[in-house]
């Protein structure tokens, strides 16, 4: 195990090679990344949809602010490497970068449908807040049954949850 942790630091010393200075000094520092390609070097998604466009196609809805996450948090030199791919694996890719968002929140709201504490609120006919639009770590105790919760209980952690999920 010792030398797979060492290798990383080998490649990224000082000589900057594959990467930007401002990147490979920035491991544990997101912030610092975007100052440095500000105005001179294009995001992930627009040499994406630049890409997509150069090669006659459509760029999906959600591709220019799809979330780091979607992408791995590549630069736009991976692109280059996309270059390479078929026109049918290029769209594949951009339908399941652009569709990110959506599919968290659909995965959120299953979870959101799903939950024993969103059933107990329904069964009681109380007023339901908007479910998260993302997945989060949100737990209960369940100590207590969901039924020997009050109203105001049950209403508190469903509040608490979809604030979180936003």
Same mark, same amino acid.
């Given at each position: =195990?010792?030398?797979?942790?060492?290798?990383?630091?080998?490649?990224?010393?000082?000589?900057?090679?594959?990467?930007?200075?401002?990147?490979s000094g920035a491991a544990?520092?997101?912030?610092?990344?975007?100052?440095?390609?500000?105005? $001179?070097?294009?995001?992930?998604?627009?040499?994406?949809?630049?890409?997509?466009?150069?090669?006659?196609?459509?760029?999906?809805?959600?591709?220019?602010?799809?979330?780091? $996450?979607?992408?791995?948090g590549q630069s736009a030199?991976?692109?280059?490497?996309?270059?390479?791919?078929?026109?049918?694996?290029?769209?594949?890719?951009? $339908?399941?970068?652009?569709?990110?968002v959506r599919r968290q929140?659909?995965?959120?709201?299953?979870?959101?449908?799903?939950?024993?504490?969103?059933?107990?609120?329904?069964?009681?006919?109380?007023?339901?807040?908007?479910?998260?639009?993302?997945?989060?770590?949100?737990?209960?105790?369940?100590?207590?049954?969901?039924?020997?919760?009050?109203?105001?209980?049950?209403?508190?952690?469903?509040?608490?949850?979809?604030? =979180?999920?936003?």
């Amino acid at each position: =195990m010792g030398p797979t942790k060492k290798s990383p630091k080998r490649g990224s010393a000082s000589k900057g090679t594959g990467r930007s200075g401002a990147r490979s000094g920035a491991a544990g520092s997101p912030g610092s990344s975007p100052p440095a390609s500000a105005g $001179e070097e294009p995001t992930f998604p627009q040499a994406f949809a630049k890409l997509l466009r150069n090669r006659g196609l459509s760029v999906p809805k959600g591709l220019r602010d799809a979330p780091s $996450e979607a992408y791995a948090g590549q630069s736009a030199e991976f692109v280059e490497q996309l270059a390479g791919l078929s026109d049918t694996e290029l769209k594949r890719y951009a $339908e399941q970068v652009g569709g990110y968002v959506r599919r968290q929140e659909q995965r959120a709201k299953r979870e959101w449908d799903a939950s024993p504490l969103i059933a107990e609120l329904r069964k009681r006919k109380l007023k339901e807040p908007s479910p998260p639009s993302r997945v989060v770590g949100a737990s209960v105790s369940l100590a207590k049954p969901l039924s020997d919760w009050s109203n105001a209980e049950i209403l508190r952690a469903a509040d608490e949850w979809s604030r =979180m999920g936003r």
